[in-house]
C-alpha cells in the first residue's frame, strides 16, 4: 500500500480575504481559503482558549459562538463566516470578571483538566440562552456534543442549573 | 484536615487563558507534521520527499534516510521504537517522516505529498492468535507475573469461565503536543506530559545531552488517563528537529494519529476459575490472563492482581502471559491492572452467588479477607465491610430481589448488581521545596503535574495545614524540571508522593521558624507567628526576618516509599442500576453508588469529581468503549470519538459517592491514598452484573452493547 492517491495533489497557492468580528475586534486576514474557523482563531488571530480536540466536529472543544450561535470552530471555514460576529471564551469574560457560566462552572468544580472547558463554557452559556437549560435531563441533552473525558458531567450539569438561575434566558435566543 | 476548597486554577482554565503545550506561539515558530505507515508491518523500499521539499513554506523533511542519529533511551519508561533510525515498519501509524514548514496549514499539505512504497510483511494483529506467548518481567511494584499461594481445598462447586475486555484509548480530549526550542545549545520543551522529568530523562539519553541543558516544562496537561504518562516517538521527533533546525518547532498530534501514538489499554483474555464449598466458602481461586504487547517491548496489564488479593482463599494462583502482536506498546490506561481484571473476579463471584442461591454481598463478606491472602500482609488500611455496609445502604440493597428479571418498568427489564473495587497504592520518590516570604506568602515547588486531578489546589492545601495557615496564602510552582524532582504523575500517586515530600519540607520549615523565634512551635496567619500556640505571643514576620537578615526561609523536604510490612490496597464497593429496554437491547446506567475507603481525603470537592469521573469512565468500559482492530489490515478500525465512544452527558444517571475510613498511617505522610483510578474499577462488573440481575444474561465480554441484550 502506499500514498499513490495523493501523488498528484500539490499545495493550492491562492489565499482568500477575511473579515472576522472577534469579542468585538476587527480582524482582516489573508488566510489559506480551506483554513478553518479554529485555525483561524488560533494559528493567525492567536486566540488560544478555543481548543481543538478532534478537528472533525466530534468533541466540542472548539464550540465558538457565531451571531450568537453556537458552532464547532473546525466545522466551518474561516471564508465562510466573513463578516460575521465571533465570539471566543476569550470574549464571554476574564478570569478577573467571569461571566456566570464561567463563574459557576468554578464555584461546581464543573472542570478537571481544564481542555474542553472553553468549549463546554460556550455551549453552556448558548445552552441557556437558547432556553434549553430548563431541567436536567433537558441539559444532558443539549450538552451531550461537548465531550469531558475527565468525566465532570455532573458537576457542569449543577454549574449550568445555577447559571440557568443567576442569568434567566435571553429572549433574544429564546426558542 | 479536610476541607472543600474550589479549584485554584478554574478561573484562568474557564477563561481560556490556562496556556497547553500547543497554546504557545513564537516569531520563528515552525510547524511539524507527521507522514505515518499505513501497514502494520514492512520494511520501507523508497520514501520520496521530492513533492514534499519543494511545496509552499516547507523548511525541511526528515525521514529514516537524513534524520539524525539516536541512541538507546535510558532510565525512563519509553513505549516505541526510536523514530526516523531505520526503514522497518512495526505497527500501523509508525512515524515514517516528519515534515517542517512555516504554518500548519503547509505542513500538513506537504506531508500528504511525502510518497512511500513498503515491502509488506505478514502482520499479526489478532493476539489470541498468537502461539508462543512470553512470559512478562513486570516492574517489581506490579508484582510478579506469577503467583502461587496455598493448597486448593476439595470443593463442591467449580466455575470456570473466560472473560475478555477490549482494547481501549485514552482519549484525553487535549492531543499530545510538543513544543521543542533549540536556542545556544539548551533544549526547552512544553510538552503534554504527565511526567516532565520523564521526558528530559528520555530526551538527554537519546539525543546525547546534558540533562542541564534541558529544560521540560508542563504548566498544565490537558487530560493523560496514562497516555502522557510513559515518553512517546513524537517527543523525540519534535526535539530532535529542533536540535537539528534550530528555533522553536511544535507537532501537535492528529486525534486520528492519538490512536497509534501513544499506547492504549490491551484487550485481555481472562481465564478464571473459583472452586466452593456450598457453605458460601472459596475453597481456590485460579485467574490466568493473557494480552498482547508490541513486538519491540513488552507491556504486560496486570489483570490478575485484583484475584490477588480481594478473598480470603486457602490457595490462589495467578499467571500473566503476553503476546507480541504489529500495534504500538500497550500502555497503562485509567484503571489499570485491577480494572480489566476486577470485571473477572467480581463477575465470578455475582456467577458464584447465583450458582449458590445466595445474595452477592454476602458472599463477598463471607470470603472478606482480613489481610492480603497472597503476601499474608495486615492492609494499611481496608473498611471494605463499612464500604460494603454504607453503600448498602445508601442503595437501598436489602429490597433487591434475588432471582434475575424479578423486576420490570414499562419497556425496561430492571436490575441491580454490585462489585468491590481494588486498586494498588502506587508511590514515588519524591522530592519538593516550601518558602516563606517576608509578606507571608508561602510558595510550594515540586515538579510534579497537573492533569485534571487538581494539584494546583490540593497540595498547597498540605503545606497549608502543616504551617498554620489559610490555603489561599499558598501558591504552588509545579511541571517543571527546574524544580525539585518528583515521579510522574501518574497511578494515583502525586497526592500521596509528592503531598508527604510537601508535608516534611513545610514541617522543617516551622522547625526552622520556631528556632529563629526561640520557640517550641509556631503557626503562621498571615505575616504573623503565633508561637507555642499561644495567641498572645505573636511574632511579625517582617521583625523576624529582619533580625536574623532573611529576605526567605526555605526548607526541602522529600518522600521515599518505604516498605512498612503492609499490603498497600484501597478498596470500594460499587452499586448499580441498570435498565435494559428489552425490545431494543440498549442499556441505561440509571444510577451509581460507590463507597470508597482511600485514606484521608485531603480535598472533599476535587475528590468527588475524580470519583464521579471514574465511575462515568467505567460506564464507558462497561458499555461504550472498544478499539476494533481489522486484523486484514492490521490496525484500528475507528481512529476519531465519532467510532471510538466515550461516555457522553447523555449517558450519565445519578451518581453518588462517599468515603468512609479516615487517616492511613502507613502509605505516606498525610494519611492519604490514591484515588483517581479506583474509581474506575469496579464499575463495570457492577454493571454487568445488574445486567444480568435484570435480563438473566451474563455477559462475560466488554463492552455489553445492545446486540448482545437482544
Redesign the interface.
Given at each position: 500500500?502506499?500514498?499513490?492517491a495523493?501523488?498528484n495533489?500539490?499545495?493550492i497557492?491562492v489565499t482568500a480575504r477575511v473579515s472576522l468580528r472577534v469579542n468585538g475586534v476587527e480582524h482582516h486576514l489573508v488566510v489559506?481559503p480551506?483554513?478553518t474557523l479554529l485555525?483561524a482563531l488560533?494559528?493567525v488571530i492567536?486566540?488560544?482558549?478555543?481548543?481543538?480536540?478532534?478537528?472533525?466536529g466530534?468533541?466540542g472543544?472548539c464550540t465558538v459562538h457565531v451571531d450568537g450561535r453556537r458552532v464547532n470552530a473546525c466545522l466551518t471555514l474561516a471564508v465562510m463566516q466573513d463578516g460575521h460576529d465571533v465570539t471566543?471564551?476569550?470574549g464571554?469574560?476574564?478570569?478577573e470578571n467571569?461571566h456566570p457560566v464561567?463563574r459557576a462552572?468554578?464555584?461546581n468544580?464543573a472542570?478537571?483538566?481544564?481542555?474542553?472547558?472553553?468549549g463546554q463554557?460556550m455551549a453552556a452559556a448558548a445552552c441557556i440562552a437558547e432556553g434549553n437549560a430548563t431541567a436536567p435531563h433537558r441539559?444532558?441533552?443539549w450538552?451531550?456534543?461537548?465531550?469531558?473525558?475527565?468525566?465532570?458531567?455532573?458537576?457542569?450539569?449543577a454549574a449550568i442549573q445555577e447559571a440557568a438561575q443567576a442569568d434567566p434566558v435571553d429572549p433574544a435566543h429564546a426558542r | 484536615m479536610s476541607r472543600a476548597r474550589t479549584r485554584v486554577d478554574g478561573p484562568a482554565k474557564v477563561a481560556g487563558v490556562a496556556r497547553y503545550a500547543a497554546d504557545h506561539p513564537g516569531p520563528d515558530l515552525r510547524h511539524l507534521a507527521l507522514v505515518t505507515a499505513t501497514v502494520p508491518a514492512a520494511t520501507i523500499s523508497t520514501v520520496d520527499t521530492t513533492a514534499a521539499s519543494a511545496a509552499p513554506g516547507v523548511v525541511a523533511v526528515l525521514t529514516h534516510e537524513n534524520a539524525p542519529r539516536l541512541a538507546p533511551p535510558v532510565g525512563a519508561p519509553y513505549g516505541g521504537r526510536l523514530p526516523l533510525q531505520d526503514n522497518e515498519v512495526h505497527y500501523d501509524g509508525e512515524p515514517v517522516a516528519v515534515v517542517v514548514a512555516d504554518t500548519l496549514d503547509h505542513a500538513r499539505a506537504a506531508a500528504d505529498l511525502v510518497r512511500v512504497d513498503y515491502e509488506v510483511r505478514a502482520a499479526i494483529t489478532d493476539f489470541t492468535a498468537v502461539t508462543d506467548l512470553v512470559v512478562p518481567s513486570p516492574p517489581p511494584r506490579w508484582g510478579p507475573a506469577d503467583t502461587n499461594v496455598g493448597t486448593p481445598e476439595p470443593a463442591e462447586v467449580t466455575l470456570a469461565r473466560v472473560y475478555t475486555t477490549a482494547a481501549r484509548h485514552h482519549s484525553p480530549l487535549e492531543p499530545s503536543a510538543t513544543h521543542a526550542e533549540w536556542r545556544d545549545g539548551r533544549l526547552f520543551v512544553r510538552d503534554a506530559t504527565q511526567g516532565v522529568f520523564g521526558v528530559r530523562t528520555v530526551l538527554s539519553s537519546v539525543l546525547g545531552l546534558p540533562r542541564e541543558d534541558i529544560r521540560v516544562v508542563a504548566e498544565y496537561t490537558g487530560g493523560g488517563f496514562g497516555a502522557k504518562g510513559y515518553v512517546w516517538p513524537h517527543q523525540i521527533i519534535a526535539a530532535m528537529t529542533a536540535v537539528h533546525l534550530g528555533g522553536a518547532v511544535r507537532l501537535v498530534l492528529t486525534r486520528a494519529q492519538s490512536f497509534t501514538s501513544h499506547g492504549y489499554q490491551p484487550p485481555t483474555r481472562q481465564r478464571i476459575t473459583v472452586a466452593a464449598h456450598r457453605t458460601g466458602r472459596i475453597a481456590a481461586l485460579e485467574h490466568d490472563s493473557v494480552s498482547p504487547t508490541a513486538t519491540y517491548g513488552g507491556y504486560v496489564e496486570m489483570a490478575a492482581n485484583a484475584t490477588r488479593v480481594l478473598y480470603a482463599a486457602p490457595a490462589i494462583r495467578t499467571s500473566h502471559r503476553i503476546a507480541p502482536v504489529n500495534t504500538i506498546l500497550p500502555t497503562p490506561m485509567r484503571a489499570p491492572h485491577e480494572g480489566p481484571g476486577a470485571f473477572a473476579t467480581e463477575s465470578l463471584m455475582d456467577e458464584l452467588a447465583h450458582e449458590l442461591g445466595v445474595d452477592p454481598l454476602w458472599l463477598r463478606l463471607r470470603n472478606h479477607a482480613d489481610v492480603d491472602p497472597t503476601s499474608g500482609l495486615p492492609f494499611a488500611a481496608k473498611d471494605l465491610r463499612a464500604c460494603y455496609r454504607e453503600g448498602a445502604r445508601r442503595f437501598g440493597w436489602e429490597r433487591r430481589p434475588l432471582a434475575p428479571r424479578s423486576v420490570r418498568d414499562g419497556h425496561d427489564l430492571v436490575g441491580w448488581g454490585m462489585a468491590s473495587a481494588v486498586m494498588a497504592t502506587f508511590r514515588f520518590p519524591a522530592s519538593a521545596r516550601v518558602r516563606l516570604r517576608v509578606d507571608g506568602t508561602v510558595v510550594v515547588e515540586a515538579g510534579c503535574q497537573e492533569i485534571g486531578t487538581g494539584t494546583y489546589t490540593i497540595l498547597p492545601q498540605v503545606a497549608a495545614d502543616v504551617l498554620g495557615c489559610p490555603a489561599d496564602q499558598v501558591t504552588l510552582r509545579l511541571g517543571d524540571t527546574d524544580l525539585p524532582e518528583t515521579g510522574m504523575t501518574a497511578g494515583s500517586s502525586t497526592t500521596l508522593s509528592v503531598g508527604s515530600a510537601i508535608s516534611a519540607a513545610a514541617t522543617t520549615l516551622t522547625a526552622q521558624l520556631a528556632e529563629l523565634a526561640g520557640a517550641d512551635a509556631v503557626s503562621l496567619t498571615g505575616t504573623t507567628l503565633e508561637l507555642d500556640g499561644d495567641p498572645d505571643r505573636v511574632v511579625d514576620l517582617a521583625d523576624l526576618f529582619a533580625e536574623h537578615d532573611l529576605v526567605e526561609v526555605t526548607a526541602d523536604g522529600s518522600f521515599t516509599p518505604t516498605d512498612t510490612g503492609h499490603s498497600l490496597h484501597s478498596f470500594g464497593a460499587v452499586f448499580a442500576e441498570v435498565a435494559v429496554d428489552e425490545d431494543f437491547g440498549t442499556c441505561r446506567v440509571r444510577r451509581l453508588v460507590a463507597v470508597y475507603n482511600a485514606g484521608r481525603i485531603i480535598n472533599p470537592l476535587t475528590a468527588r469529581g475524580q470519583m464521579t469521573g471514574g465511575l462515568i469512565w467505567g460506564i464507558g468500559q462497561a458499555l461504550l468503549e472498544q478499539s476494533t482492530l481489522d486484523h486484514e489490515l492490521g490496525r484500528f478500525v475507528s481512529k476519531d470519538l465519532a467510532g471510538y465512544l466515550v461516555a457522553t452527558q447523555a449517558d450519565v444517571g445519578e451518581l453518588e459517592v462517599a468515603f468512609v475510613g479516615e487517616h492511613d498511617p502507613h502509605s505516606g505522610a498525610i494519611g492519604a491514598r490514591g484515588i483517581g483510578e479506583l474509581g474506575a474499577v469496579g464499575v463495570a462488573p457492577a454493571i454487568a452484573n445488574a445486567v444480568f440481575h435484570a435480563t438473566g444474561k451474563r455477559i462475560r465480554s466488554l463492552p455489553i452493547t445492545p446486540e448482545n441484550l437482544l
Open positions: 500500500m502506499t500514498e499513490q495523493t501523488e495533489r500539490t499545495a497557492p489559506e480551506r483554513m485555525d488560533r494559528e492567536g486566540l488560544t482558549g478555543t481548543k481543538k480536540g478532534c478537528d472533525r466530534e468533541c472543544a471566543t471564551v476569550e464571554l469574560g476574564t478570569p467571569p464561567q462552572f468554578v464555584a468544580d472542570l478537571q483538566c481544564g481542555f474542553c472547558t472553553p463554557v441539559i444532558r441533552e450538552m451531550s456534543g461537548n465531550l469531558c473525558r475527565c468525566a465532570a458531567y455532573p458537576q457542569i450539569i | -
